[in-house]
């Protein structure tokens, strides 16, 4: 098969994999599939693939699916948060889960002589276990680009547009309460390039232009990068509450912390088709 559609195929299969593994659970028995839940429910650990490492290891590749609508979880690395086999409970894994579906959010590279055997990440949250198992079978390999791309291959792998580099700043004096600047530094090819929106008839008298409502027509938001909370003991408010713009090759916004740990905050910088994502650790005292 060829290698782009075989990895076109991968995530179709990841997709169709994760919903089978939703619907396999052990539900209690007055769960209603349409209910939507803002509360109460557990978190669902998802295998969304692996990579090929130039090294000749693997990195395995997981995401989540929070039930809940409105209720964001924090579930310590430990016996309700862990990663199997291995000796040390903390890999780095996500202890903050926010609402509904996250893919690709968590890697873990396995050595060159893996074969066969299972990565398994367990999660216990309100009472219930879930489970995601990470194997090397073929058709759940992955490329970095259907990450980059949010799952879509798109551009393709022929098309010339690079992913954007984000770098960011370390924070060295942070307080409970206290707003915490945060800044990222991205770099990029200045691809794709910006749209201006699209008239597509002339006004009636009185009455404004009309826009396109194509995705040929919509503007495109420019490179920008987007904040979220991957690890910490509670809630991070951010002061943005979407996509801060870059400018200047700068994104800056601010952050509050209402309780003192270590928090990892994850940036994506996006140029409108591909993204790439860099942490920052932050200590409260």
Avoid: C
């Amino acid at each position: 098969m060829h290698n782009h559609a075989r990895f076109l195929l991968a995530a179709a299969l990841a997709v169709a994999g994760f919903a089978g593994l939703a619907a396999a659970q052990k539900l209690p028995p007055d769960y209603i599939p349409q209910t939507k839940f803002n509360s109460g429910q557990d978190v669902v650990p998802s295998f969304d693939g692996w990579l090929r490492n130039p090294d000749g290891s693997f990195t395995m590749v997981f995401g989540y699916l929070n039930r809940n609508y409105k209720e964001e979880l924090a579930i310590p690395a430990g016996p309700d948060n862990r990663v199997e086999p291995g000796g040390d409970l903390d890999r780095g894994q996500p202890t903050w889960f926010l609402p509904r579906r996250h893919a690709w959010v968590y890697q873990v590279k396995v050595p060159a002589d893996w074969g066969q055997k299972e990565l398994v990440w367990s999660i216990t949250a309100h009472g219930r276990t879930e489970k995601a198992y990470a194997t090397l079978q073929m058709e759940q390999e992955i490329i970095p680009r259907l990450i980059m791309s949010h799952g879509n291959l798109s551009p393709g792998l022929e098309n010339p547009n690079k992913p954007p580099a984000i770098s960011i700043a370390p924070v060295s004096a942070a307080a409970v309460g206290s707003p915490v600047q945060l800044m990222a530094t991205v770099t990029d090819d200045g691809l794709p390039k910006p749209r201006a929106p699209k008239i597509v008839r002339a006004p009636e008298p009185g009455k404004p232009l009309s826009q396109s409502n194509s995705a040929e027509g919509r503007p495109r938001l420019g490179l920008n990068v987007s904040w979220s909370e991957y690890r910490g003991p509670a809630k991070v408010i951010f002061e943005t509450g979407g996509p801060v713009l870059v400018s200047d090759g700068k994104a800056v916004t601010m952050a509050r912390f209402s309780k003192a740990g270590t928090y990892v905050l994850r940036a994506a910088a996006n140029d409108g088709e591909l993204s790439t994502t860099a942490d920052v650790v932050i200590e409260i005292p």
